[in-house]
Structures are given as C-alpha cells and as structure tokens.
T-cell receptor, first 114, second 115 residues
C-alpha cells in the first residue's frame, strides 16, 4: 500500500527566509509525486509534480521540490517566504505500478510571519 | 472556463438523516474523484468515477455511495449520518489523458455538519 508522511503539523518561518515543508513517501513501484496548497475555506490547488526526469521540479508561486529516491523524500522549498504563502500544504503520491488512486499526507500548516 | 462547482457549500443535518452532495466538473473532464477532509485524518479518498463507472473506491462504509451521470456530473450520498461524518467533502476533476500524471482540479467543497 502507498502512503505519505508529513512529519510536521506546522512550520513557522519569517518573511524573506527560506522555507522547507517535508514529505516522505512509500510506494511499491515508481512514484508520481505532487504538492497541493489549500487556502482557508477553499479547495486544493495544484503547485507542482514530479513524474520523471530532473529531480528538481519548479512550480507555481516560486515553489520548487526535490525528489530524492534514496531517501524517498519530496520536500517542498521556496528561497524567500511571503506572508501570503501562509496556508495548508499537502504532499500526495500515486504508484506507477498498476492503476492507483492519489494518496495525500495529512498536511502541514505553513505560517509566515511579517 | 468555469472551475469545479460543488453544491451546497454548507449544510447542517442531524444524526440518522441522509445527504446528497453534487459536483459539476470542469467542461471536458470525465474523471471525478471525491475526498473527505477532516482535521484529524486529513484527506481520505472516497471514490473515483470515469464515464459513469466507479473505477476505485476508498475504505469507507457502504453508507457512502456515489454515481456519475452521462454529462460527467457526479453526486455522492451519505445515509444514516453519524457525528463523525462531519467534514469537508471535496470533489476533483481531471482529464482522462492526465488522470495519472496530471493535476486534479478541486472544487471549494461542501462542508457538512452533523448534529
């Protein structure tokens, strides 16, 4: 069975500082990996994905993520945080071996202080 | 292009009642998925439909059911509501060609409160 772990319920960072939101995954085959963001009282919005190729993936709003197969991780990063980045972030995985659904982590709340 | 539309946005029910939630996907999207979001459990997969067929089902009791119509609109139904069914129910759609590699487009959700 596939699974996603987001070890931090909340991440606090000051505006202008770099941010990292951690994600590790478990699948039996090769993974498709995704990051989504949820603003208050809204649905989820797609940020970026890793399918194949370059391990560093760039996405919306200046976010990027690095796929590390040996550590089974897909951490979300941004060089300089904005107050408007404050939101709930979800990592998700889909196993390539056979057809599977998208499994989400429990989410990490990012709070960026001015 | 209109996004994913979910109705109603908010509803309050009492235990034992049933509820039907509706989802209209983005035009051209034939794959529709449903998720339950709660603070303790995060996002949990309910079901996925494509061309009126349920393609996958999550680990929920039979009180949770769904269907998809020929116009790709989808409904989910929860019967004999329990307090623990209080949650945000999210619908997402995608193009079939991108259902594995592409992103899901989420609606804003239907927030169900069971009293």
């Amino acid at each position: 069975a596939q699974s996603v772990a987001q070890p931090e319920d909340q991440v606090n960072v000051a505006e202008g500082n770099p941010l990292t939101v951690k994600c590790t995954y478990s699948v039996s085959g090769n993974p498709y990996l995704f990051w989504y963001v949820q603003y208050p009282n809204r649905g989820l919005q797609f940020l970026l994905k890793y399918i194949t190729g370059d391990n560093l993936v760039k996405g919306s709003y200046g976010f990027e993520a690095e796929f590390n197969k040996s550590q089974t991780s897909f951490h979300l990063k941004k060089p300089s945080a904005l107050v408007s980045d404050s939101a709930l972030y979800f990592c998700a995985v889909r196993d390539l071996s056979g057809y599977s659904t998208l499994t989400f982590g429990k989410g990490t709340m990012l709070l960026v202080s001015p | 292009k209109a996004g994913v539309t979910q109705t109603p946005r908010y509803l309050i029910k009492t235990r034992g009642q049933q509820v039907t939630l509706s989802c209209s996907p983005i035009s051209g999207h034939r794959s529709v998925s449903w998720y339950q979001q709660t603070p303790g459990q995060g996002l949990q997969f309910l079901f996925e439909y494509f061309s009126e067929t349920q393609r996958n089902k999550g680990n929920f009791p039979g009180r949770f059911s769904g269907r998809q119509f020929s116009n790709s609109r989808s409904e989910m139904n929860v019967s004999t509501l329990e307090l623990g069914d209080s949650a945000l129910y999210l619908c997402a759609s995608s193009l079939e060609a991108e259902v594995l590699t592409g992103e899901l487009f989420f609606g804003e959700g239907s927030r169900l409160t069971v009293l």
